[in-house]
């Protein structure tokens, strides 16, 4: 595993994507902004005005089996590809009973129940993702997932929110917000 990469998700009024929509799903929402910069490992000291700013890090895959990462990192491809002008973060909280279940029990849920990872390897490689873990930081939220995809693959992308929205995982989720984004 790589070392773990800080990144900072700030919003303003520079950066090189554009906010389309900002949608509180569940819970309370964050402040409208007009752009977003991601900064990642020692560029992502927070200097100069933003609306707002969520920190997370990469880690270790928490819910994975060896046989699943393995496939995982098979069908996707890296984070700035060219033709991903088009992207989503999605910062999500859980509530307090998930954390209090045991990590076979959380695995249970996210795989054997929602089927998590079968229904995420659909979409690779038009998909590509990468997690943030900030419980540990003390930021509002637990995890922010970053989507990128091609501007065909958006009808994808929705499909695949939809589809781990229905699932009994989201049961423990207290606070998502969906921002879209557009790259200029």
Same mark, same amino acid.
């Given at each position: 595993?790589?070392?773990?990469?800080?990144?900072?998700?700030?919003?303003?009024?520079?950066?090189?994507?554009?906010?389309?929509?900002?949608?509180?799903?569940?819970?309370?929402?964050?402040?409208?902004?007009?752009?977003?910069?991601?900064? +990642?490992?020692?560029?992502?000291?927070?200097?100069?005005?933003?609306?707002?700013?969520?920190?997370?890090?990469?880690?270790?895959?928490?819910?994975? #089996?060896?046989?699943?990462?393995?496939?995982?990192?098979?069908?996707?491809?890296?984070?700035?590809?060219?033709?991903?002008?088009?992207?989503?973060? =999605?910062?999500?909280?859980?509530?307090?009973?998930?954390?209090?279940?045991?990590?076979?029990?959380?695995?249970?849920?996210?795989? +054997?129940?929602?089927?998590?990872?079968?229904?995420?390897?659909?979409?690779?490689?038009?998909? #590509?993702?990468?997690?943030?873990?900030?419980?540990?930081?003390?930021?509002?939220?637990?995890?922010? #997932?970053?989507?990128?995809?091609?501007?065909?693959?958006?009808?994808?992308?929705?499909?695949?929110?939809?589809?781990?929205?229905?699932?009994?995982?989201?049961?423990?989720?207290?606070?998502?917000?969906?921002?879209?984004? =557009?790259? +200029?």
């Amino acid at each position: 595993m790589a070392r773990p990469l800080l990144v900072s998700f700030i919003s303003g009024s520079i950066g090189p994507w554009r906010i389309e929509r900002l949608d509180a799903v569940r819970g309370e929402s964050l402040q409208p902004a007009e752009r977003l910069e991601v900064l +990642e490992g020692s560029e992502s000291d927070l200097t100069g005005s933003f609306v707002w700013s969520l920190r997370g890090f990469t880690s270790n895959s928490r819910y994975t #089996t060896s046989s699943e990462t393995e496939a995982l990192n098979a069908k996707q491809r890296g984070l700035n590809c060219r033709r991903a002008t088009r992207a989503a973060l =999605i910062p999500i909280r859980k509530i307090a009973a998930w954390w209090d279940l045991s990590q076979n029990e959380r695995r249970d849920i996210f795989e +054997e129940q929602s089927k998590h990872i079968r229904i995420g390897l659909e979409y690779p490689p038009a998909i #590509t993702r990468r997690l943030h873990h900030c419980r540990d930081l003390g930021e509002p939220f637990d995890f922010l #997932t970053w989507f990128e995809y091609a501007p065909e693959h958006a009808d994808a992308f929705d499909e695949l929110v939809h589809r781990l929205r229905e699932t009994r995982e989201w049961q423990y989720v207290d606070r998502e917000v969906d921002i879209r984004l =557009i790259r +200029e």
